[in-house]
């Protein structure tokens, strides 16, 4: 499952969330305490999608008892080039391969002193090979590949103090991450590899997250406090090969080995019901505060000195929400998001995909302020939601033109550092509709907005980088029992995009938005599936057909032509 908490979350989640949070849940096993015999429990899904002849395989396995879990899956996909609508044809490089896997297990203790207690340990494995990026082969004559590998091994542990009314959940954590990059130099024909430089950058990350909540005032309030702390130690080689001979090490290398960077941090946050009446009326209200701190450390390397920077920021929050039985609700809220550079911003020498990047040890955090205002209610056989909000940033990291070694561009590249510029303002708004139409057809839609402007020293501005245009899908949905125990739908619906010509210079000198902005597009597609009796589940799509070319603003690759998909999923 995954859950988007859109706006700032600094508060929580600490530097980094600054327009929003996305939050992962594994598979997890099942709860197993009442389990007296032993449960297994699986299911296997096959997938196939004809504009990039993507085929997939997933299964997933999990046995239960007595209050012990245990959970083990894998995916495995191949994505070959993916062909794009119109005239765009077959995008050469475009495909890749990508494998996961799970494994996890669980206790939850029973009666007790340790009654409500559990423990739950995790393992993560990722890994992509062959990923292309075309975007400089026909400006430089540079093909880019991408390979990257990722472990990840964590072991949560609850436990409540029932004499204090608490709570508690500790989570150490261990992250491995290799990246290997190679820029290859392509002869006339662009077939032909020339030479190539190998980047590769290893990461191994140690976490430790703490948690605890406290109920107070006969649970209508409830404190929540916690902190953490994450340190990265980075290693990196740069390798060097002409066609025919082997690798030769060089001393340049994007980031320097040995570099650390460590953040860290504590919060405090207060939940509480002023509010909670028997006829369903509801007011909750919230409010917090987090010291956050990072600290990094490189050193020297290339003709560039060692560096060694830290920030420390403090962010509050503060919300109200009104709701009424679940069938409106309303909430108001402010945060504040804090953001410091990272290791590459500050300490990365060499080519960053689209720009050569020079680094600045002298960065600072950038800060926002976010009023949002959101509401969501249901009248009769309407649903409707509606959001808007408006950030005030200060300090924003971007990046800006330089020189390194007196150079403008290296490699046909341009040279790019990143600076605290001015000041921003950020505004959007989101609304979605659905109706029940009764007889099992419905209707929903959904639109969003936002829009961006930099405000220069010189007191000019300009619009925000990579900012969306607007976007949105209607859908008409048909749902019904076809026979006992089988039930089975239909829908077709549009998705589309106006046109985004508001660009700033950085989006003028990005070689992935057209020249003039990227064009507006819509396309028309269909779904439909059949489940039944809990254990299979089928689905048929055809997505864009009526073959448009268009592409999502800032992307480098097309969007798919016509592309029918089709998987079928079975689960005991």
Same mark, same amino acid.
């Not at 990923?131 to 949560?156: C, F, P, V, W």
């Not at 392509?186 to 990350?205: A, C, F, P, S, Y």
């Not at 509606?386 to 990291?397: F, K, Q």
């Given at each position: 499952r995954i859950e988007v908490l859109r706006g700032p979350g600094s508060v929580l989640y600490g530097s980094d969330a600054m327009g929003g949070v996305i939050q992962i849940f594994a598979?997890?096993?099942?709860?197993?305490?009442?389990?007296?015999?032993?449960?297994?429990?699986?299911?296997?899904?096959?997938?196939?999608?004809?504009?990039?002849?993507?085929?997939?395989?997933?299964?997933?396995?999990?046995?239960?008892?007595?209050?012990?879990?245990?959970?083990a899956a894998g995916t495995v996909q191949s994505l070959g080039d993916l062909r794009g609508g119109g005239d765009v044809g077959v995008q050469p490089h475009s495909g890749y391969a990508d494998y996961s896997a799970l494994a996890s297990a669980s206790y939850r203790f029973g009666d007790g002193p340790l009654d409500g207690a559990?423990?739950?340990?995790?393992?993560?494995?990722?890994?992509?090979?062959?990923?292309?990026?075309?975007?400089?082969?026909?400006?430089?004559?540079?093909?880019?590949?991408?390979? @990257?590998?990722?472990?990840?091994?964590?072991?949560?542990?609850?436990? *409540?103090?029932?004499?204090?009314?608490?709570?508690?959940?500790?989570?150490?954590?261990?992250?491995h991450f290799l990246e290997r990059k190679d820029s290859?130099?392509?002869?006339?024909?662009?077939?032909?590899?020339?030479?190539?430089?190998?980047?590769?950058?290893?990461?191994?990350?140690?976490?430790?997250?703490?948690?605890? *909540?406290?109920?107070?005032?006969?649970?209508?309030?409830?404190?929540?406090?916690?902190?953490?702390?994450?340190?990265?130690?980075?290693?990196?080689?740069?390798?060097?090969?002409?066609?025919?001979?082997d690798w030769v090490q060089r001393p340049d290398q994007n980031y320097p080995s040995g570099s650390i960077y460590s953040h860290f941090g504590g919060f405090l946050m207060l939940d509480g019901v002023p509010l909670a009446s028997r006829r369903g009326h509801r007011v909750q209200m919230r409010a917090g505060y987090r010291l956050h701190g990072m600290a990094g450390d490189a050193p020297g390397q290339a003709g560039l000195p060692a560096s060694e920077f830290s920030h420390v920021g403090h962010?509050?929050?503060?919300?109200?929400?009104?709701?009424?039985?679940?069938?409106?609700?309303?909430?108001?809220?402010?945060?504040?998001?804090?953001?410091?550079? @990272?290791?590459?911003e500050a300490v990365m020498l060499g080519d960053a995909g689209q720009f050569f990047h020079v680094p600045n040890a002298?960065?600072?955090?950038?800060?926002?302020?976010?009023? *949002?205002?959101l509401g969501r209610a249901k009248?009769?056989?309407?649903?409707?939601?509606?959001?808007?909000?408006?950030?005030?940033?200060?300090?924003?990291?971007?990046?800006?033109?330089?020189?390194?070694e007196g150079q403008t561009e290296i490699g046909g590249t341009e040279v790019a550092h990143h600076v605290n510029a001015h000041s921003g303002t950020l505004l959007g708004m989101e609304a979605g509709l659905g109706v029940d139409l009764g007889r099992g057809l419905s209707m929903h839609g959904h639109l969003a907005y936002a829009w961006g402007q930099e405000e220069l020293p010189d007191g000019s501005s300009q619009p925000l980088s990579r900012i969306p245009p607007p976007f949105g899908l209607t859908a008409l949905r048909y749902e019904s029992e076809i026979v006992r125990r089988w039930r089975g739908f239909i829908e077709t619906y549009?998705?589309?995009?106006?046109?985004? @010509?508001?660009?700033?210079?950085?989006? *003028?000198?990005?070689?992935?938005?057209?020249?003039?902005?990227?064009?507006?597009?819509?396309?028309? @597609?269909?779904?439909?599936?059949?489940?039944?009796?809990?254990?299979?589940?089928?689905v048929l799509a055809v997505e864009n057909l009526l073959n448009a070319e268009y592409r999502f603003h800032g992307s480098g690759l097309y969007a798919p032509g016509t592309n029918a998909t089709v998987s079928y999923e079975a689960s005991f």
């Open positions: 598979h997890e096993p099942r709860d197993a305490r009442h389990m007296a015999e032993p449960e297994a429990h699986g299911s296997s899904q096959v997938r196939y999608a004809s504009a990039g002849k993507t085929l997939g395989a997933h299964a997933r396995a999990e046995v239960g008892m007595r209050g012990f879990g245990a959970l559990f423990t739950k340990a995790g393992y993560l494995y990722s890994r992509l090979d062959g990923a292309g990026r075309t975007d400089k082969l026909d400006s430089n004559g540079t093909l880019q590949i991408y390979d @990257n590998e990722m472990h990840l091994a964590y072991d949560r542990w609850h436990f *409540e103090v029932d004499s204090l009314r608490t709570a508690v959940d500790l989570t150490p954590s261990f992250q290859i130099s392509m002869g006339g024909d662009l077939r032909t590899r020339l030479g190539t430089v190998r980047d590769e950058v290893e990461v191994n990350t140690f976490g430790l997250d703490a948690g605890l *909540e406290t109920s107070l005032v006969d649970d209508r309030l409830a404190l929540r406090y916690g902190g953490l702390f994450y340190r990265d130690w980075v290693d990196a080689q740069r390798l060097e090969r002409d066609l025919g001979t962010v509050i929050m503060a919300a109200a929400q009104y709701l009424y039985r679940d069938e409106a609700t309303v909430a108001l809220s402010f945060e504040q998001g804090f953001r410091a550079p @990272n290791l590459q002298d960065l600072g955090p950038e800060r926002s302020d976010t009023v *949002e205002l009248l009769w056989r309407l649903t409707w939601s509606w959001a808007g909000y408006a950030s005030l940033l200060e300090d924003l990291l971007k990046r800006e033109p330089t020189t390194y549009a998705r589309w995009a106006l046109q985004q @010509n508001r660009l700033s210079p950085r989006d *003028e000198r990005d070689g992935r938005i057209p020249e003039g902005g990227t064009p507006g597009w819509w396309t028309w @597609n269909v779904r439909t599936g059949l489940a039944g009796q809990g254990h299979h589940r089928f």
